[in-house]
């Protein structure tokens, strides 16, 4: 996978139509994208990293949601983690 950032990749462009869907200004944005770049140490700039960006997002949104299932489940023995109401 090349390193550079790829010819779809416009920032400005994605930051103007971000902001709207995320309630919040584009500087908001800028400035959040910016902190996650200090905090992780890797440029959202470089397609591997926004991957690894992404992945990570991905496993702890499947992370938090198999918590939520589990501790539901203690609550209720009756309810499986792959349906939503008791049986019967």
Do not use: F
Not at 48 to 71: I, K, N, Q
């Amino acid at each position: 996978m090349p390193s550079r950032r790829p010819n779809w990749w416009h920032p400005a462009d994605n930051l103007r139509r971000a902001a709207p869907l995320l309630y919040c200004h584009p500087n908001t944005v800028r400035n959040r994208l910016r902190r996650i770049q200090e905090l992780t140490g890797r440029s959202l700039a470089e397609v591997m990293d926004v991957a690894e960006l992404a992945a990570a997002a991905y496993a702890l949104r499947v992370a938090s949601a198999t918590e939520l299932w589990a501790t539901h489940a203690r609550k209720r023995p009756d309810v499986s983690p792959l349906r939503s109401r008791p049986p019967g």
